[in-house]
């Protein structure tokens, strides 16, 4: 008697046992594996430029091949959507994940370009962002942003690290200034780097421009262009003249057209 309750207590664990790894395998299944049902984009750290859209977004998910309504493995998939996204020049950061529902969520923080580089060579042009990386342009979208013209060149590893070397650090600070203040913003459009290095700016108002020289005392080389605007000539007059010089200290030379 002792030995059959033995046998069927015996029985009953292997059982008990057979059943906890048939639900744990079908429970590790249904977590893993999931029907995509549905798709939402959101931008968690955004700006007003277009050099990535939602559109552009499905366009990535469905390249790679998640179609709405077929079951996928979401760890799989969701790391191959990251990747890819990641790999995007407009993109600093993708998070993608699935809900039990199906539902796919991308969350994307956008770069924030400061400042946009035109080159001799259209294919060297190129933007700063707001950490001092270069970003690759857009065919299809062209932010609005100082705009500086000049020798450029770079190399792909450029593309990838921090601004390096001595021009590209004041480029970036010079974009920094022109783009947290309003005046600026709106009154300087173009930054041009001659052969000697030197900044010349291109006004918005006026045939002039404006011999800016070295990056050496930015900040007071531009509240002197702005005192010359705001209480200076009228901006009739200010098409009088063909250069401003900031150069020298504490003072503006004004050079009227011929």
């Not at 199906?102 to 946009?116: E, H, Q, S, Y």
């Not at 000697?196 to 006004?203: A, C, D, S, T, V």
Request: hydrophobic share 40%; glycine share 4%; aromatic share 10%.
């Amino acid at each position: 008697m002792k030995l059959v309750r033995k046998i069927l207590t015996i029985f009953f664990w292997i059982g008990v046992i057979s059943i906890w790894v048939v639900l744990t395998a079908f429970v590790n299944n249904t977590h893993h594996h999931i029907v995509y049902t549905s798709l939402e984009i959101k931008f968690t750290k955004d700006n007003e430029h277009q050099l990535i859209k939602k559109s552009d977004v499905v366009e990535i998910i469905n390249d790679l091949g998640l179609v709405q309504g077929v079951t996928l493995n979401k760890e799989i998939n969701t790391r191959e959507v990251e990747k890819k996204l990641n790999t995007h020049f407009a993109l600093e950061n993708a998070e993608v994940y699935f809900l039990n529902t199906g539902k796919l969520n991308v969350n994307l923080n956008k770069r924030t370009p400061i400042a946009r580089l035109i080159a001799n060579d259209p294919r060297d042009n190129v933007y700063i962002d707001e950490h001092g990386l270069l970003m690759r342009t857009s065919d299809s979208y062209v932010a609005k942003l100082p705009l500086f013209s000049g020798e450029f060149k770079w190399s792909d590893s450029n593309l990838v690290s921090n601004v390096n070397g001595s021009l590209l650090t004041e480029i970036y600070n010079m974009s920094r200034i022109i783009n947290n203040d309003p005046f600026l913003k709106s009154q300087i459009v173009q930054i041009h780097i001659n052969n000697n290095g030197y900044f010349e700016l291109i006004p918005r108002i006026g045939n002039h421009k404006i011999l800016f020289g070295s990056s050496d005392n930015m900040e007071k080389k531009f509240k002197k262009i702005k005192l010359f605007y705001t209480e200076g000539p009228s901006p009739k007059e200010l098409n009088l003249y063909d250069t401003l010089n900031v150069m020298f200290n504490d003072q503006i030379v004004c050079s009227k057209i011929n």
